[in-house]
């Protein structure tokens, strides 16, 4: 396919009208993301480590498969942008990704099964790994060309908050599907497990297929990938475009930016429940409210983000960011003096400001991560930026942990003081982004992959 083809092909898919029904639909595929991720990554293992008195750690270990494996997210997308599968460029490969994902579930089921009162049974154990490994290689493969599909699916105004929205229905999904799961089984049952992964497969799956059916026109006999530049049969090379996208110095800041914001938004993740024991000796019931606090603050602050700055172009989203990452840090900072001078009526109002700023910082985030990706390598740059976030998730979390084990277990300082300095380093870390993200020419960086921008929006932005 010629070049002016290409272009041709890519004007007339950022034309094609993006509706409310539209994106509503794209969003649907996150009911089944939420359904498959509560069941693995928090009743599968809670049944493993607290029913069946498995250790936490070769659990931990299969649940991190996703994260060990996250490079193939960025060959996904690589594929996406230049060998269509069967006659699409993303379809195809979400598709395949969720169906291992379908298919990995009875796998778990059967797992629990085997272990279910002979915890060394190998059989069983290969089962788990088996269906943690089917599950993370479907996320991976699917989730970048799935971004990359909602991406190409909005005029380049509202790819932003075309990638916002389905990650927020995502939250309110996990928020939803939560509680509902919680209610379904409150005690482990292996036909109420078995009745959950039937519904998974039969519900969760639907809506993968239903969210992306249609969304993009099948390909014609001959025609290469619709961002391609370089003849169909000699894409570009997956190094050479990989090289070609670190060798921007701006791409190379903001994947740094990506690591050490979620990297700092996620070191409490794994010590935010023993904090409220073992500083304030608070009971389960309080504790296990704390991650619902922050998250529905989150929800709200993305809802209202999405309302407020809706029709603000993408490039104009960093100072968005910046705001959020900074009152995230307040937060921390505020949970810190918490800790530190043994004030529990203030936890829940530091939740309460992480979560709001964690809203804000995720609607612009989002959006930049739109921005700072070009049409033709864009499934290329959303699985780098979903590798920066997935693998700086697992590593932020463990080391909240760790410096936990560390100050508390080996310093021996109190444990007011020791979580004190773990939040504080985490807003020091926060505060850190965002130096890293001033330092970022998102409005050149746009200008030279193709996005149009005005002088006026350009100068607005440089202001922000």
């Not at 599950?135 to 799935?146: A, K, Q, R």
Request: charged fraction near 15%; avoid cysteine.
């Amino acid at each position: 396919m010629s070049m002016a083809s290409s272009t041709d092909t890519l004007t007339n898919q950022s034309e094609r009208p993006f509706t409310f029904w539209r994106m509503l639909r794209l969003s649907s595929f996150q009911i089944g993301s939420a359904m498959g991720d509560i069941l693995v990554t928090s009743i599968w293992n809670r049944v493993m480590i607290t029913n069946f008195g498995i250790p936490a750690t070769p659990v931990g270990l299969l649940i991190a498969l996703r994260y060990l494996l996250s490079p193939l997210g960025l060959w996904a997308g690589y594929l996406s942008d230049t060998r269509p599968l069967w006659g699409f460029r993303r379809s195809s490969y979400i598709w395949l990704g969720r169906s291992m994902m379908v298919l990995s579930l009875p796998l778990l089921g059967l797992s629990l099964m085997r272990l279910d009162g002979a915890t060394s049974d190998v059989p069983g154990w290969l089962l788990a790994f088996l269906s943690s490994l089917l599950y993370g290689l479907g996320t991976l493969i699917s989730g970048s060309p799935f971004l990359a599909l909602v991406r190409d699916s909005a005029p380049p105004q509202k790819q932003g908050l075309a990638i916002s929205s389905v990650e927020t229905i995502l939250i309110i999904f996990f928020a939803i599907v939560g509680i509902g799961f919680s209610l379904w089984m409150q005690e482990y049952s292996q036909p109420i497990f078995w009745e959950m992964v039937v519904t998974t497969m039969l519900v969760g799956g639907f809506f993968w297929f239903f969210a992306i059916a249609g969304a993009e026109k099948r390909l014609k006999k001959g025609e290469g990938g619709a961002t391609a530049v370089s003849p169909p049969h000699h894409p570009p090379a997956f190094l050479a475009v990989l090289r070609k996208i670190w060798q921007d110095p701006r791409t190379r800041l903001f994947f740094f930016f990506l690591t050490l914001a979620t990297m700092a938004a996620w070191a409490q993740d794994a010590i935010l429940e023993p904090f409220g024991a073992e500083v304030f000796d608070l009971p389960l019931s309080r504790t296990t409210r704390f991650n619902s606090y922050w998250q529905a603050a989150t929800v709200v602050t993305l809802l209202a983000g999405s309302a407020v700055w809706r029709k603000r172009p993408p490039e104009r989203q960093a100072a968005i960011a910046k705001w959020g990452l900074g009152v995230m840090a307040l937060g921390l900072l505020v949970l810190g003096g918490t800790a530190f001078a043994h004030q529990v009526h203030l936890i829940e109002v530091a939740l309460l400001i992480f979560g709001a700023g964690f809203g804000v910082y995720t609607f612009g985030g989002l959006s930049l991560m739109a921005v700072m990706a070009s049409d033709k390598e864009a499934g290329a740059y959303l699985g780098l930026w979903s590798i920066a976030i997935l693998v700086s998730k697992g590593l932020g979390t463990f080391l909240g942990g760790a410096a936990r084990d560390l100050l508390l277990l080996g310093f021996d300082l109190p444990a007011g003081v020791s979580y004190a300095v773990i939040f504080a380093l985490e807003a020091l870390g926060l505060l850190g982004a965002i130096f890293i993200l001033s330092r970022i020419d998102v409005v050149g960086f746009a200008r030279d992959v193709g996005r149009v921008i005005s002088r006026t929006e350009a100068q607005i932005a440089l202001a922000d």
